[in-house]
């Protein structure tokens, strides 16, 4: 009944919103982390120490195992997969917004560190020390400090289990004695000793493969002594925004022979960097059956998965997997489709975003047998931007909508969300977004979207909610996700759309953009925070 009170009542439901942020402080613990990690200067050396204390204070929704002696492997591989692959032999990160001129040499630029699954410019300096450019002052450091508190964690918990003579002597023997890849019965003969269930060591296995005994002998000897240096300059980020959209204009002169856009419509995706290539392509449908024939020889699980309800879904992906096999034929695709008026940018000025300037007029016709072509338009360009990360998406909206201005058409993102109701490979498009740093709530109109049509031609369940935005997927507990889908109905989270609506609404009230550019919120679950169990370092089912 009083549930039912203030879901009825607006006024009511607000004034206990703010009994509850203001008054109970339930989120203390998450911006007492902020704060300790950005501090008031955000200069200088950070106090890790300090940060993991902190850290440790949280109840994380994806790091549910975190004061357990469990080896928490699922939030530990969510973490290594977006944190630098030499972090187990690195001490010391300094985190700029720009490289520093003394750094600024070929030999260290090509000293590039890669993390499977961020695309974050880091890179190696040698002795234990890697640069990491920083892409915007709140969201990414938050996300990059919360990862290695995760890290931290999970190692000191293995590190303990190593912790006995005859173990750390077999180890040592190993790692000296073997070079190249382990084998499985290496890693059992030591992993056996640990008191690790089956879980843990396949967990362990699916972090680091046949590399396992040589990362725990470095976690062993890096002992998580991390040390933290943030440099920051003031208006870093609208420079390398600014830079960016200057490639961008380049291309688009390129492509339409002319600088005045004035007379071309502009439809702006932020999605990846593959969909929406892949479905305006040609040469993948000339290849079709070459493709398909290959992919149900060497790809059997994936033509046996009940998620691909149409053939052109199956094709595209097969071609991933075919491309990485003949990286000849990627290089063709794309050098063929610059002539049909596809562009690609590639050297993203370290924002981390590439981008697909396509001009639609000259597009080949032979394209998805899905998509309906209005052959009547004419001068449209689709500038196809890859996924910003968190408040960056405000910089790099910013600079799109003052190089189109108000020749844009529509807004949309397409990406990924946490699920907060429903299972992982539902959809969800955003009826609104809403903000966590201060519960701004941005109607979408979603205008041309059928939500019933949409649900039909995915076999997926699709359905209309809020979408909440927040400062960082680690550092989001339980609570506070409990909080905005009960008092603001969110289905979802992410961490990017409300920075890309603000910027839109903004400059539709300022006229740099017209009031009737359209707005397409979509998003497919790939993970459930209040599940553990499931969770971004698994596969995606159906």
């Known amino acids: 009944r009083y549930r039912d009170l203030y879901k009825k009542h607006i006024n009511f439901r607000y004034a206990l919103i703010r009994k509850i942020q203001l008054k109970r402080r339930v989120f203390d613990g998450i911006e007492s982390f902020a704060q300790v990690v950005l501090g008031p200067t955000q200069q200088g050396v950070l106090n890790f120490p300090a940060i993991l204390t902190a850290y440790k204070n949280l109840k994380p929704a994806l790091h549910q195992k975190m004061l357990d002696r469990v080896i928490d492997v699922d939030a530990w591989i969510y973490a290594i997969r977006r944190l630098p692959l030499n972090v187990t032999s690195t001490y010391v990160f300094l985190m700029c917004s720009e490289i520093p001129t003394i750094y600024l040499q070929k030999s260290i630029l090509?000293?590039?560190?890669?993390?499977?699954?961020?695309?974050?410019?880091?890179?190696?300096?040698?002795?234990?020390?890697?640069?990491?450019?920083?892409?915007?002052?709140?969201t990414d450091i938050l996300d990059f400090v919360s990862l290695l508190c995760v890290h931290c964690v999970e190692a000191g918990k293995l590190r303990k289990r190593l912790a006995k003579p005859n173990v750390i002597a077999d180890l040592v023997k190993y790692v000296e004695e073997k070079t190249g890849d382990e084998t499985n019965e290496d890693q059992e003969a030591i992993l056996g000793k640990l008191q690790l269930s089956q879980h843990e060591i396949q967990g362990l296995k699916r972090i680091w493969g046949n590399n396992l005994l040589h990362k725990m002998w470095e976690l062993v000897r890096n002992h998580e002594d991390y040390i933290l240096k943030l440099e920051l300059k003031p208006h870093y980020a609208t420079d390398a925004q600014e830079r960016w959209a200057e490639q961008i204009r380049a291309k688009v002169i390129k492509l339409t022979g002319t600088q005045n856009f004035d007379d071309y419509t502009v439809d702006i995706i932020s999605s990846n960097t593959h969909s929406v290539v892949n479905c305006l392509?040609?040469?993948?449908?000339?290849?079709r059956k070459e493709i398909l024939d290959w992919g149900r020889v060497n790809l059997p699980a994936l033509f046996a998965s009940p998620d691909f309800k149409i053939e052109d879904d199956l094709l595209y992906a097969s071609a991933y997997q075919y491309e990485k096999k003949f990286p000849d034929f990627s290089a063709a695709r794309f050098e063929e489709l610059r002539d049909h008026g596809i562009e690609r940018i590639t050297f993203t000025e370290f924002t981390g975003i590439a981008v697909d300037v396509i001009l639609l007029d000259k597009l080949d016709s032979n394209i998805d047998s899905n998509l309906k072509r209005n052959q009547e338009l004419k001068k449209r360009l689709l500038v196809n931007i890859d996924y910003a990360f968190g408040q960056q998406a405000e910089s790099i909206m910013s600079a799109l909508t003052l190089l189109f201005g108000r020749s844009i058409?529509?807004?949309n993102v397409i990406g990924k969300a946490g699920g907060l109701e429903g299972n992982r490979g539902d959809i969800v498009v955003a009826s609104e977004v809403v903000m966590q740093r201060n519960n701004d709530i941005l109607p979408i109109a979603n205008e041309g979207i059928d939500i019933k049509r949409l649900a039909e031609r995915s076999g997926r369940p699709t359905r209309l909610g809020p979408v909440l935005t927040v400062n960082g997927t680690v550092i989001q507990d339980r609570p506070l996700l409990m909080f905005f889908k009960e008092f603001f109905n969110c289905t979802a989270l992410e961490m990017e759309g409300a920075y890309y609506a603000q910027v839109v609404k903004k400059n539709k009230e300022i006229g740099i953009i017209k009031q009737n550019v359209a707005e397409r919120f979509l998003y497919y679950i790939s993970d459930l925070p209040l599940h553990p169990e499931s969770n971004l370092s698994a596969a995606l089912s159906a």
Not at 122 to 136: A, P, S, V
Not at 281 to 287: F, G, M
């Open 110 to 138: 090509a000293k590039s560190v890669e993390s499977s699954a961020r695309r974050r410019p880091c890179f190696d300096l040698g002795n234990g020390k890697n640069l990491i450019l920083i892409r915007e002052d709140f």
């Open 281 to 287: 392509c040609h040469v993948l449908q000339r290849q």
């Open 409 to 411: 058409r529509s807004v």
